[in-house]
């Protein structure tokens, strides 16, 4: 099965991040590293009732890192930690972080 995140920052700005071949990441870790990005990064939760969907804290993170976070070869390995995250947490085979658009796909 086919395992992608694609994270973009309007046309021609997308990133994508192939996982066929890529160890997946425990759930348990996966929510860790997620709750520990979202807090670090000061992320605000999108809904005004407070609550924190798990596609809200992917969309959150990639918008308070920004597009350098995922374009930058240096910073390869971390965007790579958030792809296989995301793909853990939201279990999907393709996943699409829109973040100008302030949505996830799937």
Not at 1 to 15: A, K, L, Q
Not at 79 to 89: G, H, P, Q
Request: charged share 25%.
């Amino acid at each position: 099965m086919r395992n992608h995140v694609i994270v973009s920052f309007g046309p021609d700005r997308e990133y994508t991040f192939d996982l066929d071949e890529v160890q997946p990441m425990p759930h348990d870790l996966a929510r860790q590293w997620m709750d520990e990005q979202f807090t670090t990064l000061g992320c605000e939760p999108l809904r005004l009732s407070g609550k924190v969907l798990t596609a809200d804290k992917a969309l959150a993170i990639a918008q308070a890192v920004g597009e350098e976070r995922f374009a930058d070869p240096a910073h390869r390995a971390w965007a790579m930690v958030y792809a296989r995250a995301v793909a853990s947490l939201l279990a999907k085979p393709i996943v699409k972080v829109d973040v100008p658009g302030l949505t996830v796909g799937y």
